[in-house]
């Protein structure tokens, strides 16, 4: 595991609504590590720099007790999903993140704030989003055939911006929330994953794929997520586009992840972190130019 410009190392499932029962040694490896966390000069927004130990739960699944009590846990990373959140358009349950972060408060642990917004959405956005007549792109997602509103469709946008928008008056000014997960390019979980096998890429063409597209989905992502948090850190995990051998679907497989987090930091400075959920044997040393790390 390790980090795509400078946020620190961070261990996830690869499914965001995997389950498993909680075991003591696996929080160990569920870092948020200082030694993989820079110092960003000039920033001025929240007091409590964001690092150590945090603890990843499972989608919709309760905090355990022993690790809120263990003082070596720096936070909590939260996860929600948002069906969860918002059953019904503009009808929203904060039943367990008021919990959860509330729990977290009282434990004095920090938050990471995280929904699920692909594999955890709501029926009623994809119901709105055939009414409109939007693009619908279908992939094999190990073994699964799946189907997802292409990733810069205007409606999905439009609902899930006004969702971040309503997390962002509940939570902004709770001094436990000190991070906030976006994404854009997620074909499953909250981690990037543009399928790029040849025949995707085919498909992602057809329905009307562009790196320029795809860079404004993540400018709309990023800025409603920085503007409904203005006290807390975002956070997008990045990856590639394609494998690097020039039949990908942007210029270079990093393309829209590099040129994306470039765009963030010209507009947002000092508050974007850039993760990468990847284990490999052979890791480049930072900050591994030329590669997707």
């Known amino acids: 595991m390790n980090n795509f410009l400078d946020f620190p190392w961070h261990v996830a499932p690869r499914k965001e609504t995997e389950t498993r029962p909680f075991r003591m040694p696996a929080l160990l490896g569920l870092l948020l590590c200082a030694a993989g966390l820079l110092a960003i000069p000039g920033k001025a ?3 409590v720099f964001p690092r150590g130990v945090f603890s990843l739960s499972n989608t919709d699944r309760i905090a355990n007790d022993t690790v809120l009590n263990n003082p070596d846990v720096t936070a909590i990373s939260i996860r929600h999903g948002w069906a969860s959140l918002e059953p019904s358009e503009g009808v929203f349950d904060w039943t367990f993140l008021d919990s959860e972060v509330a729990r977290a408060a009282a434990a004095g642990k920090q938050v990471m ?9 709501p029926a009623w956005v994809t119901a709105a989003i055939r009414n409109a007549g939007g693009t619908f792109f279908t992939f094999d997602d190990n073994g699964v055939r799946t189907t997802i509103p292409v990733f810069w469709d205007p409606t999905f946008l439009e ?14 000014n709770n001094p436990a929330v000190t991070i906030v997960v976006a994404s854009f390019a997620n074909c499953s979980s909250e981690d990037w994953c543009v399928p790029h096998t040849p025949p ?5 063409l057809a329905a009307g794929y562009t790196s320029e597209k795809m860079l404004d989905t993540g400018r709309t992502i990023i800025d409603a997520t920085m503007a409904a ?6 956070t997008l995990a990045v990856g590639s586009n394609g494998e690097g051998h020039g039949t990908d ?8 992840a590099r040129n994306a987090v470039l765009n963030a930091r ?8 850039v993760q990468k959920n990847t284990l490999k044997t052979c890791i480049p040393a930072p900050p591994g130019t ?3 790390y």
């Open 45 to 47: 927004v929240a007091q």
């Open 113 to 121: 704030l995280r929904i699920g917004t692909q594999a955890a959405k």
């Open 159 to 172: 609902k899930k911006t006004a969702m971040i928008t309503a997390l962002g008056a509940r939570f902004t």
């Open 200 to 204: 995707d890429i085919i498909n992602w």
């Open 229 to 234: 948090f203005p006290n807390q850190y975002v």
């Open 249 to 256: 679907l942007d210029p270079t497989e990093d393309y829209v």
């Open 266 to 273: 010209a507009s947002w400075p000092g508050r974007l972190f």
């Open 290 to 292: 030329d590669t997707p």
